[in-house]
Protein backbone atom coordinates (compact mmCIF):
# COMPACT_ATOMS: atom_id res chain seq x y z
CA UNK A 1 0.00 0.00 0.00
CA UNK A 2 1.32 3.54 -1.01
CA UNK A 3 0.78 5.48 2.38
CA UNK A 4 2.27 8.48 3.84
CA UNK A 5 2.63 6.81 7.32
CA UNK A 6 5.70 5.40 8.58
CA UNK A 7 5.49 1.75 9.17
CA UNK A 8 8.79 0.56 10.17
CA UNK A 9 10.78 2.23 13.26
CA UNK A 10 14.23 1.94 14.64
CA UNK A 11 14.26 1.85 19.09
CA UNK A 12 15.68 5.16 20.60
CA UNK A 13 18.78 2.54 21.66
CA UNK A 14 19.19 1.82 18.08
CA UNK A 15 19.49 5.45 17.32
CA UNK A 16 21.63 6.19 20.32
CA UNK A 17 24.36 3.41 19.53
CA UNK A 18 24.06 4.70 15.85
CA UNK A 19 25.00 8.49 16.97
CA UNK A 20 27.48 7.44 19.06
CA UNK A 21 29.13 4.87 17.55
CA UNK A 22 28.60 5.95 13.90
CA UNK A 23 27.46 2.37 12.53
CA UNK A 24 23.74 0.17 13.48
CA UNK A 25 24.06 -3.61 12.28
CA UNK A 26 20.02 -4.25 12.07
CA UNK A 27 19.05 -7.94 11.74
CA UNK A 28 16.82 -9.64 9.93
CA UNK A 29 15.34 -6.01 7.93
CA UNK A 30 14.37 -8.90 4.53
CA UNK A 31 13.67 -12.36 4.70
CA UNK A 32 16.31 -15.06 3.64
CA UNK A 33 14.11 -15.69 0.70
CA UNK A 34 14.31 -11.96 -0.29
CA UNK A 35 17.92 -12.27 -0.05
CA UNK A 36 18.71 -15.04 -2.06
CA UNK A 37 16.37 -13.34 -4.59
CA UNK A 38 17.81 -10.59 -4.45
CA UNK A 39 21.44 -12.61 -4.62
CA UNK A 40 20.29 -14.72 -7.90
CA UNK A 41 19.01 -11.39 -9.54
CA UNK A 42 22.93 -9.97 -8.31
CA UNK A 43 24.75 -12.49 -10.10
CA UNK A 44 22.41 -12.52 -12.94
CA UNK A 45 23.60 -8.93 -13.48
CA UNK A 46 27.13 -8.99 -13.38
CA UNK A 47 26.81 -12.54 -15.62
CA UNK A 48 24.83 -10.04 -18.13
CA UNK A 49 27.72 -7.07 -17.60
CA UNK A 50 30.29 -9.30 -18.04
CA UNK A 51 29.24 -10.90 -21.36
CA UNK A 52 28.55 -7.32 -22.65
CA UNK A 53 31.13 -5.15 -20.65
CA UNK A 54 33.51 -7.29 -18.81
CA UNK A 55 36.19 -4.69 -19.07
CA UNK A 56 34.29 -2.74 -16.30
CA UNK A 57 32.67 -5.22 -13.95
CA UNK A 58 35.97 -6.96 -13.22
CA UNK A 59 39.05 -5.62 -11.49
CA UNK A 60 41.66 -6.71 -9.17
CA UNK A 61 40.44 -4.48 -6.21
CA UNK A 62 41.72 -1.05 -5.23
CA UNK A 63 45.32 -0.13 -6.21
CA UNK A 64 46.24 0.39 -2.80
CA UNK A 65 44.92 -3.06 -1.68
CA UNK A 66 48.54 -4.09 -2.62
CA UNK A 67 49.62 -2.67 0.83
CA UNK A 68 47.57 -5.52 2.21
CA UNK A 69 48.10 -8.82 0.60
CA UNK A 70 50.07 -10.04 -2.24
CA UNK A 71 48.21 -12.72 -3.30
CA UNK A 72 46.00 -11.92 -6.55
CA UNK A 73 42.68 -10.57 -5.74
CA UNK A 74 39.43 -9.95 -8.07
CA UNK A 75 35.82 -7.91 -7.17
CA UNK A 76 33.20 -8.10 -9.74
CA UNK A 77 30.74 -4.87 -9.03
CA UNK A 78 28.22 -2.27 -11.08
CA UNK A 79 26.89 0.77 -9.91
CA UNK A 80 23.56 2.25 -10.32
CA UNK A 81 22.00 -1.44 -10.21
CA UNK A 82 18.24 0.19 -10.38
CA UNK A 83 18.72 0.73 -14.07
CA UNK A 84 19.24 -2.74 -14.71
CA UNK A 85 16.97 -4.74 -12.45
CA UNK A 86 13.46 -4.08 -11.32
CA UNK A 87 14.23 -5.60 -8.08
CA UNK A 88 16.90 -3.42 -6.98
CA UNK A 89 14.69 -0.20 -7.53
CA UNK A 90 11.94 -2.07 -5.48
CA UNK A 91 14.47 -2.57 -2.97
CA UNK A 92 15.75 0.87 -2.53
CA UNK A 93 12.47 2.31 -1.50
CA UNK A 94 11.18 -0.29 0.48
CA UNK A 95 9.73 1.97 3.64
CA UNK A 96 11.53 -1.04 5.73
CA UNK A 97 14.79 0.38 4.89
CA UNK A 98 13.99 3.62 3.94
CA UNK A 99 11.98 4.60 7.45
CA UNK A 100 14.80 3.48 9.27
CA UNK A 101 16.72 5.72 7.07
CA UNK A 102 14.78 8.40 8.06
CA UNK A 103 15.06 7.59 11.78
CA UNK A 104 18.77 8.51 11.44
CA UNK A 105 19.23 12.08 9.03
CA UNK A 106 15.43 12.68 8.91
CA UNK A 107 12.26 12.01 6.99
CA UNK A 108 13.73 13.31 3.50
CA UNK A 109 16.10 10.40 1.95
CA UNK A 110 17.60 10.78 -1.38
CA UNK A 111 19.96 8.83 -3.23
CA UNK A 112 23.16 9.38 -4.07
CA UNK A 113 24.48 6.04 -5.25
CA UNK A 114 24.25 2.30 -5.84
CA UNK A 115 26.86 -0.15 -5.77
CA UNK A 116 26.90 -4.10 -6.01
CA UNK A 117 29.90 -5.74 -5.06
CA UNK A 118 30.60 -9.42 -5.20
CA UNK A 119 34.22 -10.85 -3.21
CA UNK A 120 34.84 -14.42 -5.26
CA UNK A 121 35.64 -17.67 -3.27
CA UNK A 122 38.83 -17.51 -2.20
CA UNK A 123 40.48 -14.23 -3.65
CA UNK A 124 37.49 -11.44 -2.68
CA UNK A 125 39.50 -8.40 -2.75
CA UNK A 126 39.65 -6.34 0.56
CA UNK A 127 39.40 -2.77 0.91
CA UNK A 128 41.78 -0.70 3.19
CA UNK A 129 40.27 1.20 6.29
CA UNK A 130 38.92 4.56 4.89
CA UNK A 131 36.23 7.20 5.28
CA UNK A 132 33.54 7.41 1.98
CA UNK A 133 33.78 11.45 2.74
CA UNK A 134 37.15 12.39 0.22
CA UNK A 135 34.67 10.67 -2.61
CA UNK A 136 31.73 12.97 -2.23
CA UNK A 137 32.02 15.78 0.78
CA UNK A 138 28.89 17.44 1.85
CA UNK A 139 28.46 20.12 4.16
CA UNK A 140 26.21 18.89 6.78
CA UNK A 141 27.44 15.45 6.75
CA UNK A 142 24.14 13.25 6.89
CA UNK A 143 25.39 11.43 3.87
CA UNK A 144 24.85 7.57 5.20
CA UNK A 145 25.58 3.86 3.39
CA UNK A 146 23.19 1.24 3.60
CA UNK A 147 24.52 -2.07 3.40
CA UNK A 148 22.11 -4.75 1.98
CA UNK A 149 23.51 -8.50 2.67
CA UNK A 150 22.36 -11.12 0.19
CA UNK A 151 24.01 -14.21 1.58
CA UNK A 152 25.79 -14.46 5.05
CA UNK A 153 28.96 -12.48 5.51
CA UNK A 154 30.90 -14.22 8.38
CA UNK A 155 34.63 -12.61 9.23
CA UNK A 156 36.17 -15.25 6.67
CA UNK A 157 34.22 -13.82 3.81
CA UNK A 158 35.49 -10.66 4.49
CA UNK A 159 33.05 -8.83 6.00
CA UNK A 160 33.13 -5.33 7.15
CA UNK A 161 35.14 -3.81 9.79
CA UNK A 162 34.78 -0.49 11.48
CA UNK A 163 36.26 2.03 14.08
CA UNK A 164 33.38 2.82 16.86
CA UNK A 165 33.02 6.57 17.23
CA UNK A 166 35.19 7.17 14.28
CA UNK A 167 32.63 9.67 12.77
CA UNK A 168 33.35 12.44 15.73
CA UNK A 169 37.31 12.78 14.46
CA UNK A 170 35.57 14.90 11.38
CA UNK A 171 36.64 14.45 8.14
CA UNK A 172 40.87 12.96 8.02
CA UNK A 173 43.02 13.38 5.60
CA UNK A 174 43.53 10.47 3.03
CA UNK A 175 46.19 8.76 0.97
CA UNK A 176 44.66 9.49 -2.41
CA UNK A 177 46.28 6.86 -4.64
CA UNK A 178 45.39 3.67 -5.32
CA UNK A 179 41.79 4.72 -3.98
CA UNK A 180 41.11 7.12 -0.69
CA UNK A 181 42.71 5.04 1.90
CA UNK A 182 44.25 5.59 5.41
CA UNK A 183 47.57 4.68 6.24
CA UNK A 184 47.58 0.75 6.46
CA UNK A 185 50.08 0.71 9.38
CA UNK A 186 48.31 3.32 11.54
CA UNK A 187 44.89 1.13 10.45
CA UNK A 188 45.55 -2.08 10.11
CA UNK A 189 42.34 -3.89 8.23
CA UNK A 190 42.43 -6.55 11.27
CA UNK A 191 42.46 -4.50 14.41
CA UNK A 192 38.99 -2.81 13.19
CA UNK A 193 36.07 -4.27 14.97
CA UNK A 194 34.52 -6.85 12.73
CA UNK A 195 30.65 -7.11 11.66
CA UNK A 196 29.58 -10.42 10.63
CA UNK A 197 26.22 -10.53 9.05
CA UNK A 198 23.05 -12.37 7.99
CA UNK A 199 21.54 -12.72 4.94
CA UNK A 200 18.86 -9.96 4.95
CA UNK A 201 20.70 -8.18 7.79
CA UNK A 202 21.76 -4.33 7.12
CA UNK A 203 24.35 -2.54 8.21
CA UNK A 204 24.29 1.27 8.77
CA UNK A 205 26.95 3.67 9.11
CA UNK A 206 28.26 7.69 8.58
CA UNK A 207 30.71 8.64 5.54
CA UNK A 208 32.70 9.73 8.02
CA UNK A 209 32.26 6.05 9.72
CA UNK A 210 36.09 4.73 9.07
CA UNK A 211 35.28 1.16 7.85
CA UNK A 212 37.06 -1.62 5.38
CA UNK A 213 36.93 -5.50 5.00
CA UNK A 214 39.02 -8.06 4.26
CA UNK A 215 40.23 -10.66 1.81
CA UNK A 216 36.79 -13.46 1.22
CA UNK A 217 39.05 -16.54 2.17
CA UNK A 218 35.93 -18.72 2.12
CA UNK A 219 34.37 -20.91 -0.76
CA UNK A 220 31.89 -19.31 -1.53
CA UNK A 221 30.99 -15.33 -2.61
CA UNK A 222 30.15 -12.45 -0.40
CA UNK A 223 27.42 -10.40 -2.34
CA UNK A 224 25.96 -7.32 -0.98
CA UNK A 225 24.27 -4.17 -2.10
CA UNK A 226 25.58 -0.39 -0.86
CA UNK A 227 22.44 2.14 -1.44
CA UNK A 228 24.90 5.95 -0.13
CA UNK A 229 21.89 8.45 1.02
CA UNK A 230 21.81 11.59 2.56
CA UNK A 231 19.32 14.25 3.21
CA UNK A 232 18.65 16.49 0.41
CA UNK A 233 19.13 19.50 2.44
CA UNK A 234 22.61 18.37 2.97
CA UNK A 235 24.58 20.06 -0.59
CA UNK A 236 27.81 18.57 -1.80
CA UNK A 237 30.57 20.76 -1.40
CA UNK A 238 32.19 19.29 -4.88
CA UNK A 239 30.87 18.39 -8.12
CA UNK A 240 32.60 14.62 -8.01
CA UNK A 241 31.11 10.59 -7.59
CA UNK A 242 27.78 12.04 -10.34
CA UNK A 243 25.83 9.28 -11.15
CA UNK A 244 22.69 8.93 -13.30
CA UNK A 245 20.46 8.14 -10.40
CA UNK A 246 21.52 10.55 -7.85
CA UNK A 247 19.09 12.89 -6.56
CA UNK A 248 15.96 10.75 -6.71
CA UNK A 249 14.07 10.73 -3.73
CA UNK A 250 13.93 7.36 -1.60
CA UNK A 251 11.67 8.79 0.68
CA UNK A 252 9.56 11.87 1.61
CA UNK A 253 10.69 15.15 -0.72
CA UNK A 254 13.02 17.49 -1.69
CA UNK A 255 12.46 20.67 -0.30
CA UNK A 256 14.60 22.48 -2.70
CA UNK A 257 13.07 20.94 -5.93
CA UNK A 258 16.43 21.04 -6.90
CA UNK A 259 16.27 19.05 -10.15
CA UNK A 260 14.53 21.73 -12.83
CA UNK A 261 11.24 20.68 -14.40
CA UNK A 262 12.59 20.49 -18.14
CA UNK A 263 13.26 17.09 -19.87
CA UNK A 264 16.96 17.05 -18.54
CA UNK A 265 16.01 18.08 -14.58
CA UNK A 266 19.32 18.67 -13.86
CA UNK A 267 20.29 19.84 -10.50
CA UNK A 268 20.59 23.71 -10.25
CA UNK A 269 23.12 23.15 -7.51
CA UNK A 270 25.43 21.22 -9.33
CA UNK A 271 24.89 23.47 -12.55
CA UNK A 272 25.69 26.45 -10.55
CA UNK A 273 29.27 24.23 -9.58
CA UNK A 274 29.92 24.12 -13.57
CA UNK A 275 28.48 20.59 -13.76
CA UNK A 276 25.92 18.92 -14.97
CA UNK A 277 23.87 16.09 -13.82
CA UNK A 278 24.78 12.61 -15.52
CA UNK A 279 21.79 11.44 -18.07
Known amino acids: MITPEKQYSLSPEQIEFYHENGYLLVEGVFTPEEAAYLRDEAHALIMRLMKYRPEGTKFGGWGSVKEVTNLPTELLHCHN ?58 EKHTMMAAIVHFDDAPIEKGCVRVVPGSHKLGPLPHIPEGGHHLPVDQYPIEEAVPLPAKAGDVLFFSYLTIHGSGINTSNEPRTTLLVQMRDPLDRPTVATHLSRGQGMMLRGIDPLADADAHVPSESRHLRSMGAKTPQ
Open 81 to 138: VQFHSAAFSRLIVDPRLTDRVADLIGPNVQLHHTKLFIKPPEKGAPFPMHQDHPYFPH
